[in-house]
T-cell receptor, first 113, second 112 residues
Framework: DQQVKQNSPSLSVQEGRISILNCDYTNSMFDYFLWYKKYPAEGPTFLISISSIKDKNEDGRFTVFLNKSAKHLSLHIVPSQPGDSAVYFCAAIYTGANSKLTFGKGITLSVRP | KAGVTQTPRYLIKTRGQQVTLSCSPISGHRSVSWYQQTPGQGLQFLFEYFSETQRNKGNFPGRFSGRQFSNSRSEMNVSTLELGDSALYLC???????????FGSGTRLTVV
């Protein structure tokens, strides 16, 4: 049962434009959401996160939006740069005992120069 | 400070063999989690150790096991290797778990 879903396996955008990466979840107990970025042959690196008590969190070019009623979050990258080309993983966790990070399958973002 | 260190980086094993992977967490981090990444499957949770105790386990067969030492270093063992075990195995450490995970670069295991 895939509790965190990234339904689009890939996304291609032009440099300078906006990239929107989507993520859906099914477990209503999740109360903290994270985005990780991964380059080939490297481990994922933390990008940005959001608590379920918020609906938006911004860090430079990266903004994450959370719609709890729709169980949906999205990562916006503006403006997109070629160096943003990587695999992006959405992850979720509930802050209870013995909780674990649950990841989606990832989206491959390609930013064209 | 040093990051999460995984050894070896690459490994080639034959079906039926066993393998042990190592993870040294960030100094002071007591939680170590292991994930398997395969193409199209994302990161699948294997298990988490905290203070030498396994406190969470994913849906993997008993061939996959792990342990954590008193210095928080962790090892993961896979016995009777199958071709489908070929994957990138990632280790992540955090202070107490929950969030704030830092990942290592992974061990690329190829089973032939």
């Amino acid at each position: 049962d895939q509790q965190v879903k990234q339904n689009s396996p890939s996304l291609s955008v032009q440099e300078g434009r906006i990239s929107i990466l989507n993520c859906d979840y099914t477990n209503s107990m999740f109360d903290y959401f994270l985005w990780y970025k991964k380059y080939p042959a490297e481990g994922p690196t933390f990008l940005i996160s959001i608590s379920s008590i918020k609906d938006k969190n911004e860090d430079g070019r990266f903004t994450v939006f959370l719609n709890k009623s729709a169980k949906h979050l999205s990562l916006h990258i503006v403006p997109s740069q070629p160096g943003d080309s990587a695999v992006y993983f959405c992850a979720a966790i509930y802050t209870g005992a013995n909780s674990k990070l649950t990841f989606g399958k990832g989206i491959t973002l390609s930013v064209r120069p | 400070k040093a990051g999460v260190t995984q050894t070896p980086r690459y490994l080639i094993k034959t079906r039926g063999q066993q393998v042990t992977l190592s993870c040294s967490p960030i100094s002071g981090h007591r939680s170590v989690s292991w994930y398997q990444q395969t193409p199209g499957q994302g990161l699948q949770f294997l298990f988490e150790y905290f203070s030498e105790t396994q406190r969470n386990k994913g849906n993997f067969p008993g061939r996959f096991s792990g342990r954590q030492f008193s210095n928080s270093r962790s090892e993961m063992n896979v016995s009777t290797l199958e071709l489908g075990d070929s994957a990138l195995y990632l280790c992540a450490s955090s202070l107490v778990g929950g969030d704030g995970y830092t990942f290592g670069s992974g061990t690329r295991l190829t089973v032939v």
